[in-house]
Nanobody
């Protein structure tokens, strides 16, 4: 059974940084991974995704230049480095995996999801 566990969330001041991690366990190979977020009262929003090989990444316009997604397949872990955080980045961040190596910004193609980790950015 595939399981995803996020970590690294917390409370940070505006302008600060956090590094989220997504640990993937189970029989998964050749999968892309994405990060999504959902703020209270808002719809789920794509943040970033990375291909299996790490050679292709996608970012939401709102985080380009501030967030960086990376992966370590030897450790089955995907990271999201978040810099220059803003109050509008406050949300529950969830990682997800999809079959197939290609990155995607569409939540509907992702098969497995983690429970999420809270990120709160204070102004």
């Amino acid at each position: 059974q595939v399981r995803l566990v996020e970590s690294g969330g917390g409370l940070v001041q505006a302008g600060g940084s956090l590094r989220l991690s997504c640990a993937v366990s189970g029989r998964m190979f050749n999968y892309a991974t994405g990060w999504f977020r959902q703020a209270p009262g808002k719809e789920r929003e794509f943040v970033a995704s990375i291909s299996w090989g790490g050679d292709n990444t996608k970012y939401a316009d709102s985080v380009k230049g501030r967030f960086t997604i990376s992966r370590d397949n030897a450790k089955n872990t995907v990271h999201l480095q978040m810099n220059s955080l803003k109050p509008e980045d406050t949300a529950v961040y969830s990682c997800a995996t999809k079959r197939g190596a290609s990155a995607s910004d569409y939540y509907g193609v992702y098969d497995y999801w983690g429970q999420g980790t809270q990120v709160t950015v204070a102004s």
